[in-house]
């Protein structure tokens, strides 16, 4: 395990959340457009794909938390901390030494079971219900729909660095073509989003568990359902648990539990 240096990159400056932008991250009193939360745990997530390959893409987890912003083009330093010979902690810095980030990182002797699909209707192409607190409570209460994604060479988070080169050679698409962190996590982000309308919104941490890479073209559904949702210093959170399955089968590829701002203090 070895510290690891790279340069930020926002892949979705005109994402529907635009916080993800210029002009509305300034006018919350950032410098300009957030690099995605989970691109950020993908940076903290890299030694480990490094090190213990598509085995930590079947097997590995991580706790990582989004502690202050990241943003395109800056230069960033990952500083790892061995636990043991299969786990690490890790600390993202901005050239502040301001520290963006947090995770502890492992691949666990033994691999948690994985959730069951419990078949949940699948959404339509209507517009979501804004996230007020009411609409919120109520998906809480009745349940969320599903969502279909597809992992594919095109998509916007087919890397999270802007040189693919750079990237583990599993992840790369001349290479693995395995799905990483910023797509699989981003998936968690998205499901959300297409149950609750937000803009903007800020991600904040996830937990999730890998049980199994998911290779090149794979369909796929996420399920999602609230588990927690809260107010703290004027921003409106919600906890969320997402499982990611095959499309096609009853393979699990991973869990992820989120937290997020849903509405912003002043909104």
Not at 47 to 73: C, I, T
Not at 78 to 88: N, R
């Amino acid at each position: 395990m070895q510290n690891w240096q790279a340069t930020a990159f926002n892949q979705v400056p005109h994402s529907a959340n635009e916080i993800h932008g210029d002009k509305i991250a300034k006018a919350y009193g950032f410098k300009g457009g957030l690099v995605p939360g989970v691109t950020v745990s993908a940076y903290l997530c890299h030694p480990a794909v490094e090190s213990w390959g598509a085995n930590w893409l079947a097997h590995g987890s991580a706790d990582v938390n989004v502690l202050s912003p990241l943003y395109d083009g800056e230069a960033f330093e990952v500083e790892v901390t061995p636990v043991s010979d299969t786990a690490y902690r890790a600390l993202l810095r901005r050239p502040d030494g301001t520290v963006s980030a947090s995770a502890e990182v492992s691949l666990p002797s033994q691999t948690p079971v994985a959730p069951q699909r419990r078949h949940d209707v699948m959404g339509n192409k209507r517009a979501a219900p804004p996230a007020v607190r009411e609409n919120m409570q109520q998906l809480r209460e009745q349940g969320c729909c599903a969502v279909a994604f597809n992992w594919l060479p095109e998509h916007e988070m087919h890397t999270y660095l802007l040189d693919e080169t750079q990237l583990p050679q599993l992840h790369q698409m001349d290479g693995g073509g395995l799905a990483n962190m910023s797509f699989i996590l981003g998936c968690s982000n998205w499901v959300l989003a297409r149950n609750a309308y937000m803009n903007p919104w800020v991600h904040m941490a996830t937990q999730s568990q890998n049980y199994a890479p998911m290779p090149m073209g794979t369909a796929l559904v996420a399920e999602m359902a609230v588990s927690d949702l809260f107010t703290k210093k004027g921003h409106e959170f919600v906890d969320v648990q997402v499982a990611l399955f095959d499309a096609e089968g009853s393979t699990c590829f991973a869990s992820i539990d989120l937290r997020a701002i849903y509405r912003l203090r002043g909104l």
